[in-house]
Every structure is written in C-alpha cells, then in structure tokens.
C-alpha cells in the first residue's frame, strides 16, 4: 500500500489534536461550538483520501470520493461564514448574495452525489484509487474557486476599512489561512489532475492546505479571543459609555479597553493588569480592596479613592464574568467622579428638600454599578434634576402615543416654563439658577401623580405626560401645579431673600381621534409638541403666570 494513504491519515490526527487542544484551551461558548462542528468537517477530507487508497470494495471507494467533494462544498461556505463573522462584513449576509454563494455549491453537490452518467467522477481500472473527472467535477471545482475569491475580497474590503487593530490582525491570520488552503488545492488539481498523465500523484497536498488554515483559525480564536468578545464586551458598545471599562482573561491580561478609559490609564490589549500598581498608596481601606479583589475573585469588589496622578476621584467596581459557574475574566469599570463630589460638597449646606435630591443623586452613584437597569437610568435622566429627559421622553411617547391613539384613550401633555428666568441667573448668577431649576423639579414631583411622566423640554422648560387624562381633569392637575409653584418660597444660598417664581404652561388635551391616523409615530408627536408650543407661546405672550389650552388638533 505504501507511504501515501497514511500521510493523509496523519495529517487527520493533526488536524484532530488540534481539535482537542480547542476543547482545553477555551471556554466553549455557541460560538466555539459552531466552529468545531467545522473543525470536524475539515477532517472528513484527509480522512475521506486515507479511505480511498485503503478500501478495495470500489461500492465504498466511491462513497467516500462523493463524500470528500461535498464536504469540499461545506468547507469553503463556511470558510465564507467565518470570513463574514471576523471581518465584522454583515453586508454580505444579505439573502440574495447568500443565494448566489450557496444555493450553485449545492447543486453540484447534489451532482457528485448522484453521478449521473458518470459526469463527476469514473473509475479506472474497475476501482476509484486512481480516477477520472468530469465537467460536475470541473463546475464543482469552479464553484469552490469563486468562494475563495469571495472571501478574498472580504478579506480585502476589511482590511482597507476603518477597522480596530485587532479586528485586523484577525482579518490578517485569516487571509493568511485563505492563501494557504487555496495554493495547495490549486497546486493538487494542477500536479494531480492536469498534469496526472506525467507526473506521479502527490498524496496529502489539499489535506496540508486544510490543516495550515485550521492552525490560523485556531490561533485568531485562542490569541484574539473573538468568540469571547463577541459574547462579553463587543468594543462598538462599550466605546459608548462615558466611564471607563476594562476587560481582562482570567490571567489579568487586558482583553478589552475603551476610549473613556484612555485619560485615566494607559493601557493596551495585551498588557498585564496590575490593581495595585496604578493605586500607587496604601490605606486600610484600600488595602482591603485590593485583599478582595486578589482573594475573593468570584466576589465584586469596589472602591472610591483620589488618584494623585490625575488628581480625580474615581469609582472603580471589578466584577468576575461567569460561564457555567467559573470565572473565566473579570470587568473592571472606571468612574470620574469628581464632579460629582463637587456637587455633594455644595448642595449638603442646602435645606432638607435639596438634601433630599442630594440623597437620590448619591443613591443612583452607589447603584451605577450594581445593575445595567441603572446604568440605562442615566442615560435617560437630566444630570441637574434628576428627572427625565427630552430624548427619553420623545422615545416613550412614540409608542404610547400611538397606542392611546389606536384606542382612543385620552391624554394630554403640559409645556410648562420658568417666567423671567432669565433675569434670576443676571441678577444672582448661574448656580442660583440652577438651584431654582432643581427646586421648581421637587414641587413638580410632589404634585403630580405617580403615573405621569414629567421630563426636562430644554434649559428652563419642562414637558409633563398625562396618560388618561381627560381635558377637565388635565385643566385642574394644571392648576394645581401652577398655584405649587407660585407658592413655594426656595432658600438659596448667599441670598438674603427666599426666592420664588412663577410658571407659564401650554395645555394639549387630546381625546378626538377622528383626526388622520395614518402617520408615523415621530410625526404625529412632533405635531403634538408643535401644538402645545404654540399654546405655551400664547400664555407668554399674554402676560405669563396663566395656561393657555391648546385649540389646534394635530
């Protein structure tokens, strides 16, 4: 029988040690998973080659020939598969490129399988160890050769693109694995079926160009960890946050980093994380941080210190990331909050109804790094007040609003703002405006209901939902926080006098629907905004401290 079977052999139980040191190295997410069902399928191909040479029922010989083509077919479709998903190129995953790609790969692959009138493949000498091909061999052949172009040049569209340097070190081990695999295919056609009539065959060159890509894949995935970082911390979301966030493996090296953490650390993927390094000093309280963080690793750990270096404070909380009950990293998030303390310093001297705020404030600091619910909170949240804003309240309404439409529930919306405003921050500075803003918000929360929805509309203007609320009963809520206003007397530092203000409101009742249903949500609120606008414009214009009722119908 000879060397030649067994080099293809070899190369199978290559290729399945490095299957095996995948399953020990890396923690199996549905990722891995998928990728080591293809793993598998690479080594159907040396395998399918050893069978050949070493089965002499030509019935089976055959079998595995059609076996070993049409897995050819599966490989380079998810060699485009995993080009797509490193390369970040989801484009391509259109339905009708799809089509295009694959739906050709399985009719030929249909053809090997049938073999009809001998088209793909003959035998010679009554058996398939030596062979002859024809033209389904050749499209076959076409086809897989597209599907390396293809991947090719999404390789090349990644590589020329604004892309991160590891997505392109990733996109650079692939293209790497790309070229191998296709040299050694086309070198096996060209020594092997072209030129078979003089030249002796060559056994094991497809296999060794199926086994350098699968080293390449193995090596993106273990160095670069992108299976992991697709399911922990992708770097297009985290680079969203305002605070810093560090992701490291479970042997402290960075995996992760984003923009906001860049002024308060230097730091780089690859680099080795050391806690105690960047603190510089020792407290007690310090020092039982960092006895939590390097003892408890399954704990979360946290800590609000001056960093001298920079000269802020920051909130730093480490928590571990868990797969299946074993740590397998950790999340590092970095906060400035100097400012922050700034403003508690100032407003602790203030009376019981700012201290109030000041509370809810350090509340919602101590909670930022409990829970993602409350990281979403800030975001929707008027960092002065405290209270909804704009944004967050354009979002909710767009749905609301259309449902309360479709069933004709009534509702009403109040634009409310600050008489004379202007004149409190001329004549007694910003942060005393500020402090009306702040102290106009705590007599609006004290009198609405707890299902309404009250948001900050810009500088001194603020917009209130009333869900359910028909005209008479939304007349009278206005009233009522109209005459709260104009009564409450606010204490404001460095001011002899109590300061109090009035307000203009514009008044949106809506319980018509007979009206045109037939726009888009973000249209119809844009009306709505525009009409109680227009409403709010009036009670200015006639005198201010009054409501005006809003009579347009969007």
């Not at 992701?247 to 105690?276: K, Y």
């Not at 480490?318 to 909050?337: E, K, M, W």
């Amino acid at each position: 029988m000879g060397l030649a079977p067994w080099i293809d052999l070899i190369l199978c139980f290559m290729l399945f040690a490095l299957l095996l040191y995948m399953f020990v190295s890396v923690t199996i997410t549905n990722l891995h998973k998928v990728y080591l069902g293809f793993h598998i399928s690479m080594m159907l191909w040396p395998y399918c080659q050893f069978a050949i040479k070493t089965i002499e029922n030509p019935t089976y010989q055959l079998f595995y020939v059609k076996l070993a083509f049409v897995d050819a077919a599966l490989l380079t479709t998810g060699f485009i598969w995993f080009t797509i998903l490193l390369t970040g190129q989801s484009q391509f995953l259109r339905q009708k490129v799809l089509i295009g790609l694959f739906v050709p790969a399985l009719l030929t692959s249909l053809g090997v399988i049938f073999n009809p009138n001998g088209w793909f493949v003959r035998p010679v000498n009554g058996g398939y160890i030596e062979r002859t091909y024809g033209p389904i061999f050749w499209v076959n052949i076409s086809i897989l050769i597209v599907h390396a172009i293809v991947s090719l040049y999404i390789i090349y569209i990644a590589l020329v693109s604004d892309q991160a340097p590891r997505i392109k070190n990733q996109v650079i081990f692939m293209l790497k694995g790309i070229v191998a695999v296709t040299a050694c295919v086309m070198a096996d056609i060209f020594l092997n079926v072209v030129l078979d009539d003089y030249l002796p065959v060559i056994p094991g060159m497809t296999s060794l160009g199926i086994l350098l890509s699968a080293i390449f894949f193995v090596i993106t995935i273990n160095r670069d960890k992108v299976f992991d970082i697709v399911t922990i911390a992708h770097q297009d979301i985290i680079d969203t946050m305002e605070y810093g966030i560090l992701v490291l493996d479970d042997h402290e090296i960075v995996i992760e980093v984003n923009q906001s953490l860049t002024p308060l650390l230097q730091l780089q993927i690859g680099d080795c994380f050391d806690m105690a390094g960047i603190l510089r000093y020792t407290t007690a309280t310090l020092q039982s941080f960092l006895d939590s963080y390097r003892e408890r690793p399954l704990e979360t750990a946290e800590i609000e210190l001056l960093l001298p270096a920079i000269g802020r404070y920051i909130h730093i909380h480490a928590a571990p990331i868990l797969v299946s009950g074993s740590r397998v990293g950790r999340i590092v998030t970095f906060q400035d909050i100097t400012e922050l303390r700034r403003l508690i310093n100032e407003t602790n001297q203030q009376n019981i109804s700012l201290q109030e705020r000041n509370e809810s404030l350090i509340r919602v600091q101590a909670e930022l790094f409990e829970t993602n619910h409350k990281l979403q909170k800030m975001a929707i949240t008027d960092s002065l007040t405290g209270c909804y804003n704009r944004h967050y309240l354009t979002q909710q309404l767009e749905n609301e609003l259309m449902k309360n439409r479709e069933s004709h529930k009534p509702f009403a919306i109040l634009l409310l703002d600050i008489d004379f405003f202007k004149s409190v921050n001329d004549h007694y500075g910003h942060l005393a405006g500020d402090a009306v803003i702040c102290g106009t918000v705590e007599v609006l929360k004290r009198t609405l209901r707890h299902t309404d929805i009250l948001a900050r509309y810009g500088g001194e203007e603020f917009i209130i939902y009333l869900p359910n609320t028909e005209h008479a009963e939304a007349q009278l809520i206005a009233e009522q926080v109209k005459a709260s206003i104009e009564s409450n007397r606010m204490v404001i530092e460095n001011i002899d006098q109590p300061l109090s203000v009035t307000i203009s409101i514009g008044l949106l009742a809506i319980h018509d629907f007979s009206a045109d249903t037939a726009r888009q949500a973000t249209s119809y609120l844009n009306d709505l905004f525009k009409s109680v606008d227009k409403a709010l414009y009036e009670a200015k214009h006639e005198g201010r401290n009054r409501i005006v009722y809003s009579k347009g119908h969007p």
